[in-house]
C-alpha cells in the first residue's frame, strides 16, 4: 500500500505516459503533474474543438489528483468503475487519492484502456 504522494503520483503516471504513443500529447510534465490531450479537430455537442482533454495526475495538498475526462464526457462509464474507485471520485471527474494498493491501480489502469477505447470510437483520438 503506497502513501507516499510522490510514489502515489509517479505510479499513475508511469500508467498514462504509454498513451503519449497513441494519439495524445501531454503539455505537462513535471514532478507534480502529468496530463494528456487529444489534439485532433473535432466536433464535440456541436463545437468545433482543436483539443480534448484525457486525463492528468496532479499532487495536491492533501492527496493526489487524478483527473479522467472520459467518466464526464460520458457519465454512463461510472457503472464500469469498482466501488472502492467510485468512492474516491469527487465532482464530475477528479478521483482524489491518499492510499494506493495494486487493486486500486488495477481499476485505474481499467479505466484509463475504457477511457482510450471511447475516445476512439467517438473519433476524439
Request: proline share 3%; glycine share 6%; aromatic share 14%.
Amino acid at each position: 500500500m503506497k502513501t507516499d504522494f510522490v510514489e502515489i503520483f509517479q505510479t499513475i503516471r508511469a500508467s498514462l505516459q504509454p498513451y503519449a504513443t497513441v494519439g495524445f500529447s501531454n503539455r505537462v510534465n513535471s514532478e507534480t503533474s502529468f496530463d494528456l490531450w487529444s489534439d485532433k479537430n473535432v466536433v464535440i455537442e456541436g463545437r468545433k474543438r482543436s483539443e480534448v482533454f484525457f486525463a492528468s495526475v496532479t499532487i495536491q495538498k492533501g492527496h493526489v489528483g487524478f483527473y479522467y475526462m472520459p467518466v464526464y464526457a460520458e457519465p454512463d462509464m461510472k457503472r464500469i468503475f469498482d466501488p472502492n474507485l467510485l468512492k474516491l471520485l469527487k465532482g464530475k471527474s477528479c478521483f482524489h487519492i491518499k492510499k494506493l494498493d495494486d487493486a486500486l491501480m488495477s481499476e485505474i489502469e481499467d479505466a484509463l484502456a475504457a477511457g482510450f477505447k471511447l475516445y476512439k470510437e467517438r473519433g476524439w483520438v
